[in-house]
């Protein structure tokens, strides 16, 4: 199959009053460009990734990129050598070099290929091994109790599953917890057992396949069946032990940056503040009346966790999107996403667990290698489904997730209206510079 791609970059002069120094400190970046590789005839899906290998002295020196737009922008103090490596659906790969040209318009040129038609199964990207855990909210008939359900997860998992209270602490054991805030489907007349199921640390595939266990094991095992309704949440722990107020901000300045994006992939009975259970981070006391470079300014500016605490959870309530309170408290060292609904299907459980555990990983290096104490915003009046486009481009990195979250193998809900012309539209995206790429090295 042919593939006719313009590999190049564009350039942009900085101003004077806007250049910065190298990290070195000898040297200021004048030149401000976009290294790119860009489909002009063909299925832009025969690309399965794309990799810069800019000049050592960049910090990281390689970028890859799994989902079109592929590019990069950067800023530097002279021009060099770059390669692009494009890997194929097929399997195979080409190697092209590019001298950046930094004046004009920059320079491109146009290169054919022949793609076979064969293609690689998609895959996700490994899961970071950052720890995380789950609680599932959920209901089964009244004529299976609390202790069948129990029985049978401990059999499935080969280990004891604990029915405990909320102050038992332990992360080393599956538990079910009773929980107020969960009721019985209208059709159930009242008459069923709720329940949460809360897992121990999880880890990488590892905890993936036992969560799959479980969910298979109240399928499959249970005599009952199990159900979630609107009154059911679907939480996941990230850990985020050892992290620095700095990596903190940065996670809450995603957060707060990508909230409205992720509304999309959840039930719009999660949306904004319509459960009191899992209210808008974006939208709070202190966060609503504010724009958004505002916004962040603020969540930057924090002078100590308790402060940075209070912004994203005032009053010191855990009822909000992204709860802290868990680190507040000393009780455990992770950050809570309360915004899924309850659901007992492991896709969504796996897929949404992908997702956090990428954002969190994501925040927490770029705030390693300083590329976001003050990270950019989105400009005013960008929709929820443009967010959506640049969480997937610039954070999650995951074209099978993605993929997941368009297609329908996410019910009930269709695909967020806007996000499908994604891979659509993605060869046709521009090279502007919208001040919102990835970031500057």
């Known amino acids: 199959m042919a593939l006719k791609l313009e590999i190049g970059n ?19 970046k004048k030149h401000d460009w976009r290294l790119y590789a860009k489909v002009v005839q063909g299925d832009v899906n025969l690309i399965h990734q794309v990799t810069f290998q800019l000049h050592e002295t960049f910090q990281p020196s390689a970028f890859k990129k799994f989902l079109p737009p592929f590019e990069t922008r950067q800023q530097s103090y002279g021009p060099f050598t770059a390669r692009v490596s494009i890997g194929f659906a097929d399997g195979s790969s080409k190697h092209v070099e590019h ?11 146009t290169l054919g290929f ?4 064969n293609r690689l199964p998609a895959v996700s990207r490994p899961l970071a091994t950052r720890p995380f855990g789950i609680e599932l909210e959920l209901t089964t008939s009244s004529q299976c109790s609390l202790d069948e359900v129990r029985n049978t997860l401990s059999r499935a998992l080969k280990q004891v599953v604990v029915q405990a209270d909320r102050s ?13 805030s969960v009721q019985c489907s ?18 990488a595939g590892a905890g993936l396949s036992a969560a799959n266990t479980v969910i298979r094991a109240l399928h499959d095992q249970l005599r009952c069946s199990v159900r979630a309704n609107d009154s059911t949440g679907f939480h996941v722990h990230v850990e985020v032990e050892g992290a620095t107020l700095a990596q903190l901000k940065a996670l809450c300045c995603a957060w707060v940056k990508y909230e409205g994006a992720l509304d999309l992939l959840v039930d719009p009975s999660r949306r904004g503040d319509s459960n009191r259970y899992a209210l808008s981070t974006r939208r709070n006391s202190h966060l609503f009346h504010l724009s958004n470079d505002a916004a962040r300014d603020k969540l930057a500016s924090a002078a100590c966790f308790d402060e940075l605490c209070e912004l994203m959870n005032p009053g010191g309530s855990r009822y909000y999107k992204l709860n802290l309170q868990n680190l507040a408290s000393g009780r455990q ?20 667990v992908r997702l956090l555990v990428a954002f969190v990983e994501h925040a927490v290096s770029e ?3 300083g590329m976001t104490a003050r990270p950019k915003t989105f400009a005013e009046g960008r929709t929820p489904q443009d967010k959506l486009a640049k969480l997937f481009e610039w954070v999650v990195k995951d ?11 996410a019910p009930p809900r269709a695909p967020p209206q806007g996000l499908s012309a994604l891979a659509a539209s993605a060869s046709a995206t521009t090279l502007a510079h919208d001040q919102e790429g990835d970031t500057l090295s």
Do not use: I
């Open 399 to 409: 074209r099978k997730l993605r993929d997941f979250y368009l297609s329908s193998a």
């Open 367 to 369: 705030a390693d290698v």
């Open 10 to 28: 564009t350039y942009a002069p900085v101003p004077p009053e806007k250049q910065k120094y190298n990290r070195s400190g000898t040297m200021k």
């Open 168 to 180: 038992n602490r332990s992360s080393y054991c599956w538990k079910l917890v009773p929980d107020a």
């Open 114 to 117: 022949q793609v076979s038609g």
């Open 186 to 203: 209208f059709d159930e007349r009242g008459a069923c057992n709720p329940f949460e199921l809360v897992s121990p640390k999880l880890c």
């Open 99 to 109: 001298v950046l040209v930094l004046h004009g318009d920059g320079a491109r040129s």
């Open 333 to 352: 060292p992770t950050v809570e996403v309360r915004m899924h609904e309850g659901t007992a299907d492991f896709q969504r459980v796996g897929s949404w």
